[in-house]
């Protein structure tokens, strides 16, 4: 396979044989494979999914009260592509809520409007240069040019232009691809991008070549047509004929000049909730503090199989060898302090069994999550009342708990619970149901069992970071499985990552690990990295639009100044001052730019409600992206007004009188 295979989950180097037969301790404790299938030529997912869905449904019937098999029980068949680019089966928490695909769709759009915006553009200009060589055609056609030979001209001139543009593109779009490919996979964002290949596509460069040539040639063409006509005398007869007439054409391009400030008020804004919601996202109050934080998880080593129980803790042997590994990481000079839990901070626990206070008749459904006495100081989890679990309480596993504020404000609402009581509803099979996970042997304890509650805490973040946290108790550790070990550093955590390994090597050669990274690295990967996405490609595309439209506005004005020349000569000359000059030519490119803004502010109310499912933390009609927008697209139009006003108000009345 090749290196970058890991989109479906084969994270792991070495492919070899497996026996899929159960066992004796599957009967027991059950077997779980991961299944990829290929569809038959010629049958639909729909198809497959109903197969699958009759099979299930007599496994269900075999299994009933089976927690695999829940009510409503429905399999369905789902895509490669579709599971690459929406969101991922491996869990709700542990991947963004935003879908790669739709945000794919939604750059396809934003392509679409730039392109758009560039014809436009290079409508605009062409038009432009077109008007100014209608007089030029007229005399040629006077002199005898036949409509061929002129339209041959124009033809080739349109398409040298529109090769150097093509030559020029196609290197940049080849310069862009290489720097995305590399800037992908330098982010980490191997789950989503490591399966896609990063390069340019035929169809859609032939596309764009065919878009750019046609929009050329058939502006390039505009005057050979024009001055085609049996009349020439309009383009022949002196230039104050030739500027009203140009004047009139000018609305022609200022309609085109509208459609650009109104097509880039909709990608900036779309751009800009993106941006926004990125920002919201990556500033979200975590309950904990990320930074220099390392998440460790040591999968059994050879060692450790060969212990009754196969895991790091189930028995005294694994226990003192983990202990033995939490130490020497404690003692490393980099370190502040290390902790034990049995989950990726912001990523769970997320659920677990009924609770509820003794005699009462409120139950609520709470995560559970098993932790030692240095959990709080090493994530920075605020108390808010009582304390955190004691070093005797985590050794002896006492039934000992501290609660967040969501479960302590919905068992006891304003009152302090410390003191109190809190019971678990069955947790004899919630405990039970862990130990089948390592295929260890259920525990003999009460279905039921109470905890004392000996402090509240702040709410951190359980059911990941775009979730709000969800009811939990912290309890020290109550079964016998492999846990995860949160190390703070007192430096970057990169610089401590080998070390860390060598210290735990030197514990047992044989270790490795299933998780070692930076918790910042899981926030990149499983939540940021498909909104970065989107705004890395998204953003580029608006920044494009604005300039095109600075360069659309500022080529109308100063063409329109120039046609007015003479006009401003004679207002000068009777007596109008340079701030009066000024205002005239900026009323005329503000009137453009207000209607575009306008236009493109009603347009963005109605296309961004598509983006709903795009953005988090902020709505789709956010008055700061708004207002910022319009507030960069204003300030960028004035400025491309401002410059042909300037060099109108400076013209001498004498020369301007005597323009051509």
Known sequence: ????????????????????????????????????????????????????????????????????????????????????????????????????????????????????????????????????????????FALGASRAQILTQLLMESLVLALCALVAGCLLSWMAMRVLDATLHQKGWAEKSAEAVIGLNAPVLLFAVGITVLTTLLCGLVPGLRGSRNDLQPQLVGSAQFGLGGLRRGKLRGILVIGQVALSIVLLIGAGLMMRSLYMLTHVDLGFDAKNLVVIALAPSRAVDQLPDRTLMASPEGHVRFQRIVQKIREMPGVASVAIDNTIPAYGPYSGPEVTVPEGARVEKAALDECDEHCADTLGIRIIAGRWLSEDEVATRQYAAVLNQTLARDMFGGNNPVGKQLEVKDFARWKNGALHSYHMAPSQMPPDQRFEIVGVVADIKNAGPQQPAAPMAFIPPMITGDFILQVRTKVKPALLLHAIQEQVWSADRAQVFWIFDPLQDFLEQYTYATPEFGVTLAAPLAGIALLLVGIGVFSVMAYTVSLQTREIGVRMALGAQQGQILKMVLRRGSLLIVTGTCIGLFASLVVTRLLTSQIWGISTTDPWTFGAVVTLVVVAGLTACYLPARRAVRLEPLVALRYE
């Open 1 to 140: 396979m090749p290196e970058r295979f890991s989109g479906f989950g084969a994270y792991q180097e070495i492919f070899t044989p497996t026996d899929a037969t159960p066992s004796a301790e599957d009967a027991q404790h059950g077997s779980k494979f991961n299944v990829t299938a290929r569809v038959r030529r010629g049958v639909t997912f729909a198809a497959a999914s109903a197969e699958l869905d009759v099979l299930t449904k007599q496994l269900a019937a075999m299994h009933h009260g089976d927690d695999d098999y829940p009510k409503q029980f429905t399999a369905r068949v789902v895509g490669a592509n579709d599971y690459l680019t929406g969101i991922s089966q491996s869990g709700k928490v542990f991947n963004s809520k935003i879908e790669l695909k739709i945000i794919l769709w939604d750059l396809l759009a934003a392509v679409s409007v730039l392109l758009l915006i560039a014809c436009s553009n290079v409508a605009n200009l062409l038009l432009t240069r077109a008007t100014t060589r209608e007089k030029e055609i007229a005399v040629r």
